[in-house]
C-alpha cells in the first residue's frame, strides 16, 4: 500500500474531555487517531482517585450540557444513555454564608422564586430580568458563537456590534449588579467565573449565559461520578477503533516548512501524523513544545500578555460518619468576597480567610463511601505559582484551617471524623498536567482572552495543528472545551489526501 493509499493519521495530545471528543470527531471522519496522555488514566483533570474505600472525582464534577456528551455517541449512531446514567440534581448548589443563612439555587423557577424573595422580595423580578438577559447572551454566545472558529480577525469585527449590544465589556458582578440588589445574592449570582478560572469582578460577562444553561439543560451529575463519563468515553473509543497511549507524555511537536508532521515523546521517539490536535495548555504548547522560530507573532504575543487563571488547594477526604444535611454541591461564602478576590488574582497572596467549593457525591452515590461513610472534595481558589508561596509548608497548614473551619459550621466534629485525607495545590497541577504556573483553568476568561483574543483553535502561523482545551475559544469548563473540539471539527476536512 503507497503512503498516499493510507488513511490520514491525526494524533491528539491530551485525553482530557476536549481531546476525547476531537479524537472521537477526528475518527467518525475517517482518520486513523492515536489518543496520547501523559496520566496512567484517561480524563485528563478528570481522574478519579481511591483512598480508603473512598472514591473521589478529581476534577470536573458538575455537568450541564449533557447534549454534548450525546453528540458524541450520535457521531457512531449510539445513545448516550445506554452507557451513562445522568441524574438531575436540586437544589444545584446550596449556598452557606458566614452568618449560617442558606440559599438553596436551581430545581424549578417556581422553587429558585420563592428562595429569592425569602431573602430579599425585590430580587424576584430582578432574576427574571437577569435570566431574560442571560438567555440573550446564550443565544449569540452558546448558540451561534462556541463553535465558531474566531482564527481570523474579521470574524471577530463582525460580531463586536452585537457583543457590544449584549453588555459584555461589563463584568459578571456588573452585570449581576444591575438586577440583584441583595449583597448574599449578588455573590451567589456571579460564582460562575470562579468555576472556570476567572474573577467574577474581572471577567466578561459573557460569561453570564451560564444562567440560561444551567435553567435550560439544568446540572446533572453521573452515576459512578465524572470517572463514569470519562470511562463510557474510553469504551467508545475502544469500541472505534481509536488507540490510546497513557503514561506517555509527548515532549515537542515538529515543525518543518511551517506545518507540524510530527510528535516526539519524552523517551525519544518520534510518531510522524498528517493533523495534530493539541489538548495540552496552550501556554506550555507554545512556551515549551514548539520552538519560538516555528510560531506567528500573534502567538508569541498572546503568550507574553497573558493573564492566568487562579491556582486551586483541593482537599480529599472520607468522613467515618455520614451529614446527610449537606447538599452535593455546596458554596461556602467567607468573611470577604471581593478583597479576598483581590489577595488571589491580583496581589497574589494566600490570606488567612477563604471561600470554599465543597462536594459531597454521597448525596447522589452511596458508592463513594463505606456504609456509614461520607465521601467529599473542598476546592479552595487560591493563588497561581505567580504568587510564590511555600506550598511544602502552607499546604499542611491550609489543610487544617479548611477543616477547623467546615468543622465549625456545616461539617460538625470534622476534625474527629475526617479520614483517608488527601491534597493537591497548585505544584500538583504544574507538575501532573503541564500547566503554566499551576494555573487551574489555563488563561483567565478576560475579555481580552476571549474569542479572536484567546488563543486560536487553529494553530497559529503552523499548518496541520489544531488546539481544544480550556485556553482556547470558546474557554473552560466542561461545556466549553467540548464545544473547542466542534470547532476544530469544522476545521478538519473528511480524510484529507495527504
Known amino acids: 500500500m503507497t503512503r498516499r493509499e493510507l488513511p490520514n493519521r491525526a494524533i491528539v495530545i491530551g485525553a482530557g474531555f476536549g481531546g476525547m471528543a476531537s479524537a472521537l470527531r477526528l475518527r467518525s471522519k475517517g482518520y486513523d487517531v492515536t489518543l496520547i496522555d501523559r496520566c496512567v488514566a484517561l480524563g485528563g483533570r478528570a481522574q478519579v482517585f481511591e483512598r480508603g474505600g473512598f472514591r473521589h472525582d478529581a476534577g470536573p464534577t458538575v455537568i450541564t450540557a449533557p447534549f454534548l456528551f450525546e453528540e458524541l455517541f450520535d457521531l457512531f449512531g449510539e445513545r448516550m444513555a445506554d452507557?451513562?446514567?445522568?441524574?438531575?440534581?436540586?437544589?444545584?448548589?446550596?449556598?452557606?454564608?458566614l452568618d449560617g443563612e442558606t440559599f438553596d439555587y436551581g430545581g424549578t423557577l417556581e422553587q429558585t422564586l420563592a428562595e429569592i424573595t425569602r431573602i430579599e422580595p425585590r430580587d424576584g423580578e430582578g432574576y427574571l430580568r437577569l435570566l431574560a438577559h442571560s438567555r440573550r447572551i446564550f443565544d449569540i454566545g452558546f448558540t451561534e458563537l462556541s463553535a465558531q472558529p474566531f482564527d481570523r480577525f474579521m470574524t471577530m469585527v463582525r460580531q463586536i456590534p452585537r457583543l457590544l449590544g449584549l453588555g459584555s465589556y461589563r463584568t459578571v458582578w456588573g452585570l449581576v449588579s444591575r438586577y440583584i440588589s441583595n449583597p448574599k445574592l449578588r455573590q451567589a449570582f456571579s460564582i460562575q467565573p470562579l468555576l472556570l478560572g476567572g474573577n467574577p469582578f474581572d471577567t466578561t460577562s459573557i460569561y453570564g449565559l451560564i444562567h440560561f444553561l444551567e435553567r435550560a439543560h439544568g446540572v446533572h451529575f453521573a452515576i459512578g461520578g465524572t470517572g463514569a463519563i470519562t470511562t463510557a468515553l474510553g469504551d467508545l473509543m475502544r469500541r472505534h477503533l481509536v488507540k490510546v497511549m497513557l503514561d506517555t507524555t509527548v515532549a515537542?511537536?515538529?515543525?518543518?516548512?511551517?506545518?507540524?508532521?510530527?510528535?516526539?515523546?519524552?523517551?525519544?521517539?518520534?510518531?510522524?501524523?498528517?493533523?495534530?490536535?493539541?489538548?495540552?495548555?496552550?501556554?506550555?504548547?507554545?512556551?515549551?513544545?514548539?520552538?519560538?522560530a516555528e510560531q506567528a507573532r500573534s502567538a508569541r504575543l498572546k503568550l507574553a500578555a497573558a493573564h492566568f487563571s487562579m491556582g486551586l488547594f483541593v482537599l480529599y477526604f472520607g468522613t467515618t460518619r455520614t451529614y446527610p444535611?449537606?447538599?452535593?454541591?455546596?458554596?461556602?461564602?467567607?468573611?470577604?468576597?471581593?478583597?479576598?478576590?483581590k489577595d488571589i488574582f491580583d496581589?497574589?497572596?494566600?490570606?488567612?480567610?477563604?471561600?470554599?467549593?465543597?462536594?459531597?457525591?454521597?448525596?447522589?452515590?452511596?458508592?463513594?463511601?463505606?456504609?456509614g461513610c461520607d465521601s467529599f472534595y473542598v476546592l479552595c481558589p487560591v493563588p497561581n505559582l505567580q504568587g510564590q508561596i511555600d506550598w511544602s509548608q502552607e499546604g499542611p497548614r491550609l489543610r487544617d484551617r479548611i477543616v477547623k473551619a467546615l468543622g465549625s459550621?456545616?461539617?460538625?466534629?470534622?476534625?474527629?471524623?475526617?479520614?483517608?485525607d488527601f491534597f493537591m495545590t497548585p505544584e500538583d497541577f504544574e507538575r501532573d498536567y503541564l500547566s503554566t504556573h499551576g494555573a487551574g483553568f489555563s488563561v483567565a476568561p478576560l475579555f481580552r482572552q476571549s474569542a479572536w483574543f484567546r488563543f486560536h483553535n487553529r494553530a497559529e502561523g503552523i499548518q496541520n495543528l489544531f488546539l481544544v482545551g480550556a485556553g482556547t475559544h470558546p474557554g473552560a469548563g466542561v461545556p466549553g472545551v467540548l464545544c473547542s473540539a466542534k470547532v476544530v471539527d469544522t476545521l478538519i476536512p473528511s480524510m484529507v489526501t495527504p
Open 83 to 97: 452507557h451513562i446514567n445522568l441524574v438531575p440534581l436540586t437544589p444545584w448548589y446550596r449556598f452557606c454564608f
Open 252 to 292: 515537542a511537536i515538529d515543525v518543518r516548512d511551517g506545518v507540524a508532521r510530527s510528535v516526539t515523546l519524552a523517551d525519544g521517539r518520534t510518531i510522524d501524523a498528517d493533523v495534530i490536535v493539541s489538548d495540552c495548555d496552550p501556554a506550555h504548547l507554545y512556551g515549551a513544545m514548539i520552538p519560538k
Open 325 to 341: 444535611e449537606v447538599a452535593h454541591h455546596t458554596i461556602w461564602f467567607g468573611e470577604r468576597y471581593r478583597e479576598l478576590l
Open 347 to 371: 496581589r497574589k497572596i494566600l490570606s488567612d480567610d477563604f471561600s470554599l467549593y465543597l462536594h459531597r457525591p454521597t448525596a447522589t452515590d452511596a458508592s463513594f463511601a463505606p456504609p
Open 409 to 420: 459550621s456545616i461539617l460538625p466534629e470534622l476534625e474527629a471524623t475526617i479520614t483517608a
